[in-house]
């Protein structure tokens, strides 16, 4: 298993239509259990960000919730990332919807994934040695 801290995006990957995705918290909660540091990084809107907090109590799952709201950026922009990398202090695996954001993730170094269901998420985590239950 490698060393590496997970970094998820909210809408669209962990919440479908604002709604939390309890097959992907699932997956979340596997990879907890296997001792991996998990982060999300969203450019969700801080009101909502603060509903999904206060609903599903997202910080028992995750290190850290990085806002980038809160950071004055988005996604687009590759500060984002650098600030990622400089604060979690491990490799990052970066999981996106956003063919944008993965490229600008990876345009700084970090590894992503394009997600685009579960399966296939499960599939490249295969691939990388982090998950295999599938």
Not at 102 to 110: F, L, M
């Amino acid at each position: 298993m490698k060393d590496i801290a997970i970094v998820w995006d909210l809408n669209g990957v962990l919440f479908k239509k604002y709604i939390l995705d309890f097959n992907t918290l699932k997956i979340v909660e596997d990879l907890n259990k296997r001792g991996f540091c998990q982060y999300v990084c969203t450019n969700t809107l801080g009101w909502r960000l603060k509903q999904y907090k206060e609903k599903y109590a997202l910080e028992k799952y995750f290190k850290r919730i990085y806002s980038t709201q809160e950071m004055g950026l988005n996604k687009t922009n590759p500060r984002v990332f650098l600030t990622l990398k400089k604060e979690i202090e491990k490799d990052i695996l970066f999981i996106d919807d956003k063919k944008k954001n993965v490229r600008v993730a990876e345009s700084v170094g970090i590894e992503s994934i394009l997600y685009s269901n579960d399966f296939q998420l499960k599939e490249n985590f295969k691939l990388l040695n982090i998950y295999d239950d599938i």
